[in-house]
């Protein structure tokens, strides 16, 4: 663990003192809105003169906690907390390419994100290409003159590709513009982006950040590494003064600290309303609390539960970086030396006939008695899914081909069980076949 990344997890962004109660865990300000001492401040709040809160859509003081404490993780200078993953994706890109721009995207995504790239972002006019994350050159060769953002996940699912993200995000910064990292798999507990060149972060906090699977959030972090001035024509919602933000670029009132968030906070999430409620938030902060206890096991439990499967007769393919033979255990060494994110897939021998395939996963997973099937990941559980019939049901052949997933593939999450109880009931299950 980096130095102070536990102190930041038990504490950052709160301060007992600051309320009267002097309440040692975070409390639920459960507010709409926020009274004010005189008419003065509610007039200085409003016109982002002075810093306070409003109305909870945009910020309340549990959720300001939360956003202090991931960004303190991430080692990012300011973060937007919203109302879930999807939304922290959508704010994000709409304020960067939200202005009929284009972004180039990995082909390898959460599926909640290529339908929003792919159909709603069409239907907004914002083009998206998607290219082979592993095929540098066809990220280069995506760049067009209204390109805003690259976009990647640190670790991808239900196959576990690990990103040579200092090699993309080098293209993007000669692109000129900011990579954007979906970090919510790998966790800044296992993979901070910012130490390999990204500059903007997102997270679904569903998942490992708030772990016990009780609550949606979503996050993003400004790493503070993008300089939007560099090239002002192609920002102009940060640099061309606004009647809404007092006539003042946001990048001259807020500069490289707050500017982005601001624009996020301020435009987006005001206007679209992906809010976090403060019981999600709180609940959220629970599970930051344990993050890098909770994630070290996650690791040790699904490696050990990939090596097993990897000597199953039964199994054709184990895809976990962390294993030898993975095409991807090169840049897990290098991306993922605390270890590898519980999340992964294995095959089935294939039979080559889609409808025997599913029949032989459907024998396995209606086998499980620990590992529940449950389409979610990074829950304190296990979990497990059949990703062409589920989470990826209404992808194309191609599409399923592409992301690496065939009839015979299930995914996995490993939780907090016992190890040793997984792998038995693993066992137990393919042994039926
Ligand atoms: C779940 C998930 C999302 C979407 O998050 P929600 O909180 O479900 O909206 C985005 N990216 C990844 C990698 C995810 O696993």
């Not at 699912?157 to 040579?164: F, G, I, K, M």
């Not at 403060?278 to 490696?303: C, K, M, W, Y």
């Not at 590992?371 to 209404?394: E, F, K, Q, Y």
């Given at each position: 663990m980096p130095e102070g990344f536990v102190t930041a997890q038990l504490g950052a962004g709160y301060e007992p003192g600051a309320v009267a109660q002097q309440t040692v865990a975070v409390p639920i300000h459960q507010s709409s809105a926020y009274q004010f001492r005189s008419l003065r401040e509610a007039r200085e709040r409003f016109a982002l003169r002075e810093k306070g809160f409003i109305y909870s859509r945009n910020a309340h003081p549990t959720q300001a906690v939360l956003e202090q404490r991931v960004a303190a993780l991430e080692g990012g200078v300011a973060a937007a907390a919203v109302g879930s993953g999807q939304a922290a994706t959508a704010v994000a890109t709409?304020?960067?390419?939200?202005?009929g721009g284009h972004i180039v995207a990995a082909h390898q995504l959460y599926g909640g994100t290529v339908d929003l790239f792919h159909d709603t972002f069409a239907d907004l006019g914002i083009d998206v290409t998607f290219v082979d994350q592993d095929d540098l050159d066809a990220w280069r060769a995506a760049v067009r003159p209204t390109t805003r953002a690259f976009f990647a996940e640190s670790v991808a699912?239900?196959?576990?590709?690990?990103?040579?993200m200092r090699a993309v995000a080098d293209i993007a910064h000669e692109a000129g513009v900011p990579l954007v990292i979906d970090n919510t798999v790998a966790t800044p507990a296992l993979l901070r982006p910012r130490e390999f060149g990204a500059d903007i972060v997102v997270h679904s906090a569903t998942k490992f950040l708030g772990g016990h699977g009780t609550s949606l959030g979503g996050v993003v972090v400004d790493l503070g590494t993008f300089d939007f001035s560099a090239s002002p024509e192609k920002w102009p919602a940060l640099s061309e003064p606004h009647h809404r933000f007092g006539g003042v670029p946001l990048w001259d009132a807020f500069g490289r600290e707050a500017a982005f968030i601001t624009l996020i906070k301020s435009k987006y999430v005001g206007d679209l309303g992906p809010a976090l409620s403060?019981?999600?938030?709180?609940?959220?902060?629970?599970?930051?609390?344990?993050?890098?206890?909770?994630?070290?096991?996650?690791?040790?439990?699904?490696?050990a539960v990939a090596a097993f499967l990897e000597s199953h007769p039964a199994v054709a393919a184990v895809h976990h970086p962390g294993l030898a033979s993975n095409r991807w255990h090169g840049l897990a060494e290098r991306y993922l030396p605390r270890g590898v994110p519980s999340v992964f897939a294995f095959d089935l021998a294939a039979t080559g006939d889609d409808e025997a395939d599913y029949a032989r996963a459907e024998k396995?997973?209606?086998?499980?008695?620990?590992?529940?099937?449950?389409?979610?990941?990074?829950?304190?559980?296990?979990?497990?899914?059949?990703?062409?019939?589920?989470?990826?049901?209404?992808?194309?052949?191609d599409q399923l081909t592409a992301a690496g997933i065939s009839f015979a593939t299930i995914r996995l999450s490993i939780g907090l069980e016992d190890p040793s109880e997984l792998i038995a009931d693993l066992a137990r299950a393919l042994d039926a076949l």
């Open positions: 709409l304020a960067l390419a939200g202005r699912n239900p196959v576990a590709q690990v990103l040579d403060p019981f999600n938030a709180f609940q959220i902060i629970e599970g930051v609390e344990t993050l890098n206890l909770r994630v070290d096991r996650h690791a040790a439990s699904g490696l396995v997973i209606d086998a499980l008695r620990v590992i529940r099937l449950v389409a979610n990941i990074g829950d304190a559980r296990s979990l497990a899914c059949h990703p062409a019939t589920m989470t990826h049901n209404h992808m194309t052949r």
